[in-house]
């Protein structure tokens, strides 16, 4: 299947009065049509940078640079605001964290609905309405047509996320880029969101990058997944790879902290992992986790490089970890994984 | 973004507070400049019988209007030259400012104190007397400020002491509000509801509690009231309605000239300038206060 | 709606009530009203006798009552000096003040309010600090002596401009140029300061994500949002602005009910000046009702639910 985004060597910068900070550092990736990416990292890993950098929309004082950053075969780096503006909403779209604010208070959802549309293709009033309400009910709103005279603030947070999808959807984009999208929402919501997005995803054979904290999200819906620490990407490769032969100890720590029903015992301590992220401000030498990891020696502070592991995905450590086997929870992830 | 900036900070073993906070004092060039302008001022009108070349109302018939030091005409003798009655407008000019600061001063503290009691009462109490204070303060918004005060000032007369009461009494809106609004959000402040808790009397924590947190809000309105007030002071003594002559308020001097606009428009560009320049000062230390003290600069 | 409304009808009618009073009782604290009418040589009996045929003599909640029963079909009595009808002088000089106070508040924001999206979409730029500069000059310039100044150079230096007079629309354009600049400052930096809280809201982001152009992303979605307490503020500077035309409308000979005020006031001549400040009062209230049902009809948080 051909590539629809390939990124290499993506840097964002801010330039701050203590000196730049490099907030995502030279990172690779691709994503094909109809494929699930899973972006995953703590807060300030430069994730959610990663998303607005593709989609030309970093706030101004950001810099962005790459060797490549190629969509659908149109060179973002290159691409002029006017062409960035008509892809944006018609071919890439993006769901946000926040739906309790990332709709305009002012406007009905009918009104944001068919905003995309209206603005990318020659329809008229009557047919984006059609689509819209038509949207509205794929991803499982009741009363479509009545809630399109509505406004934000009248519906929950969980309805409005679902609206934020419709509205991704308006055009039939061919990558969706969704950020954190249950973060915000209660626990039973999120479950049903996340599984509207991948129902939806396959069925429009759309590519996605969804971008979480959450490996339990990750079990259920990626295909690749990729882990983001301190602007860096320390490991990705299919779900199954990572998960069953994590490389990098950061990803090891990470898997360490889900707690597995069943196997996880009440008031059994989960694994975490100690220490802060170190500041982005400046170079950085050498591995960005050895502060926080409990198996650094010298080699980790001279440069580490990509290398490919048994099972054939990309990590970036000196060490050679076999297989997680302390790690008893892989097994129900992959159980998990299995059946979502 | 605001992630990032997080992990930024942890490793920050920087300055303390209170050396935080001067070197965004000495950094604000607004907050400078008024307050160096403003103190300036304070000292001249301070020590107006010292630096005063003439007594602002010895009256010179044989030498009025004469122009300023730069005009042709001019003397050093009256550098800023004279007026119609051949007072010398330097003189006038620096006994002036003490009549401003008074006024102003004065009135902000009155509508200062008047204010901040409802404000803190209604934010503090809430219900009826919270009802009771907005309701006033709409009373007295919508009471236009300058007719009043023209025939308040009409009917008691025009002296230093009514002007300053009048304004008093007038300007305290705009600190009922705020002070409502400061304490109403301090009120459900998680010390707050502990000393509650505690038992402290309410006047414990009105005073040791919340009249701390709201004093950089009202020293911010003190300094936008006093310019207010100011500028009211002059607007009345202009429409001759405010201090009587022969006191030399900027206001009246402006008034005064306005006879010789056509020919000495010096007469009135002297106090105008002074005027606007006092006020400026006053706004620019709110403003840079304001913005010294905002709780989103204070990390 | 129909709640909020009736509401706020109720509390502006409460406060018609309040301000009537105290405009009523301020005058009244000015000593004996006959004295004044009679004049200074007249005897004691004269005064009296002026007492009784203004009703002086009764006691004041009657004379309030009928003073407010009065107003209310717009008979604000006999003018002291003119021997006229209060209502008839006012009307006369009420259309005067109406219009300075349109032209103002129209000036202020079609300044202010271009001038504060400008500075908040480039904060720090070149743009943002003449706007700022323009907001501290305008807030600590007093608006007489501004006037003078405007006096000086476009009257008597250039001669384009009458200085005085409401003959034609020239005496119109510094009296609307000054009471205008004085609402502005307060317009122009809510305008940036909303549009600068808004354009960093999730929903801008939103928009662009759609693919929107920057003008659509500034004006049907930014400043749809960040001009809701602009209107509020408009309203209330309206109110303020009439108040304070007194001091405009004295300077350039604007004969209209500020100046009517200010001299009434110098003639003591009460009904006069207690039916102004009633009216000035109505406009204020009147004003900010208004902006509130605006408000609430452009804010659909408030519309609905």
Known sequence: MENILSVRGLKVDIPLAAGTLHAVRGIDFEVRRGETLCVVGESGSGKSLTSLAIMGLLPKQAQRSADRLDFAGVDLQHASNRDMRKLRGDRISMIFQEPMTSLNPAYTIGDQLTEALLLHRKVGKAAARNRAIELLEKVGITAAASRM???????????RQRVMIAMALMCEPDLIIADEPTTALDVTIQAQILRLLKDLQRELNMAMILITHDLGVVARVADKVAIMYAGEMVEAGTVNEVFTEPRHPYTRGLLRCIPVPG?????????????????????????AFRSRCDEAIPACAADIPKRLSSSGHLYRCVHDYGPLSSLSSSSGLQAKSGEA | MTNTTETMNNDVTGPTPGQILWSKILGHRGLMFGSIVLLIIIVMAIFAPLLSPHDPYHQDLMARIIPPVWDARGSWDHILGTDHLGRDYLSRLLY??????????????????????????????????????????NVRLAMPVVLVALAVVAVFGGSLQVVIIVLGLLLWDRFAVVM????????????VTAAKAIGCSTKRIIFSEIMPNIANNLIVIVTLEMAHAILLEAALSFLGLGVQPPTPSWGLMVSEGKQMLLFEPWMISIPGVALFILVLAINLLGDGLRDVSAPENRN | MLVYTLKRLGLALLVTLAVSMLSFALLYLSGDPAAAIAGETASASDIEAVRHYYGFDRPWVVQYGEWMFNAIRGDFGESYYFKLPVSQLVSERLSVTMILGVCGISFALLTAVPLGVAAAVRPNSFIDRIALFISVMGQAMPSFWFGLVLIVIFSIKFRILPPSGSDGWQNFVMPTVVLGYYAMPAIMRLTRAGMLDVLGADYVRTARAKGAGEFRVMFKHAL?????????????????????????????????????????????DLPTVQALILIFSLFYIVFTFLSDLLNAWLDPRMRVG
């Open chain 1, 263 to 287: 196997r996880t015992k009440a008031g059994e301590h989960l694994g975490s992992i100690p220490g802060i992220v170190p500041s982005l401000i400046g170079n950085m030498p050498g591995c």
């Open chain 2, 96 to 137: 002036g400012a003490r009549i401003s600061l008074a006024i102003g001063g004065v009135a902000a503290i009155i509508s200062g104190v008047i204010g901040t009691c409802m404000g803190v009462a209604a934010g503090y109490f809430g219900g009826r007397v919270d009802n009771c204070v907005t309701f006033l303060i």
């Open chain 2, 180 to 191: 409502r609004s400061a304490t109403l959000q301090l009120r459900s402040m998680e010390y």
């Open chain 3, 224 to 268: 749809r949002n960040a001009i809701i307490p602009v209107v509020s503020l408009a309203a209330v500077q309206m109110g303020f602005m009439l108040g304070g035309s007194i001091v405009v409308e004295s300077i350039f000979a604007l004969h209209g009910a500020g100046y009517l005020a200010w001299e009434s006031i110098g003639r003591n």
């Open chain 1, 149 to 159: 005279k509505q406004y934000p603030h009248q519906l929950s947070g969980g309805l």
